[in-house]
Structures are given as structure tokens and as C-alpha cells.
């Protein structure tokens, strides 16, 4: 079992920066592909980015391809979405999950978080 706790959502202005951190604990979060989601009201949870378990392969949505980025420190069992030049369309709950292999689908993830809030004013 993985618990996951995502933190460092908030209210930002356009153009602005957030850093998204996903804490793990449970077993081996070393083992396990991670991924992020959002979700708007009204709209299917969608994928942002995901992680292989070593770090070394990244994927992105079309979407935040150039403007997020996705890395993990597997020493603090923590993985990260540094998100730059926020847009207001980036505005949703964002989870974090796991899963043991690498995907893009939501419904492959084994494991959620609670979710964190982002807003981003225009």
C-alpha cells in the first residue's frame, strides 16, 4: 500500500510559477512510475505528466509540454511538478499517483492523493 500527500497548490496570477510536491509513504516508492493529473469542474480528470521509476523518462501532455516539468528524489520518497508561465486554463485539482510501470492512463494508476487545488487569475 502507498499513501500519497500532494502539497504547494494555491492562487496565482497568470504568467506565475508553482511547484506541486507529492510526498510517499508505504513501500518502495523507488519501484513505482509516478504520475500527475488535473481535474476542472465539469471535465474528465486528465493526465499532466508522468515519471518512470528511475527519473530517467519523462512524458507531458501537449498542453504543459515546455511550461511543466516533472522530476522526483526518490531519497525523500517525494516527486514534483514545477509549473511555469501558469495560464488560467491550468486551473484544476491536481493528484498525484502511482503505479508500478510507466502510463499516461488515469485508470492504470494504482494510487491518488487527495488532490490540490491551483488556480491561476488572468
Known amino acids: 500500500q502507498v499513501q500519497l500527500v500532494e502539497s504547494g497548490g494555491g492562487l496565482v496570477q497568470a504568467g506565475g510559477s508553482l511547484r506541486l510536491s507529492c510526498v510517499a509513504s508505504g513501500r518502495a516508492f523507488s519501484a513505482y512510475a509516478m504520475g500527475w493529473f488535473r481535474q476542472a469542474p465539469g471535465k474528465e480528470r486528465e493526465f499532466v505528466a508522468a515519471?518512470?521509476?528511475?527519473?530517467?523518462?519523462?512524458y507531458y501532455a501537449d498542453s504543459v509540454k515546455g511550461r511543466f516539468s516533472i522530476s522526483r528524489d526518490n531519497a525523500k520518497n517525494t516527486v514534483y511538478l514545477q509549473m511555469n508561465s501558469l495560464k488560467p486554463e491550468d486551473t484544476a485539482v491536481y493528484y498525484c499517483?502511482?503505479?508500478?510501470?510507466?502510463?499516461?492512463?488515469?485508470?492504470?494508476?494504482?494510487?491518488w492523493g487527495q488532490g490540490t487545488q491551483v488556480t491561476v487569475s488572468s
Open positions: 515519471i518512470n521509476y528511475s527519473g530517467r523518462s519523462t
Open positions: 499517483s502511482g503505479r508500478l510501470g510507466y502510463s499516461t492512463t488515469a485508470t492504470e494508476y494504482d494510487y
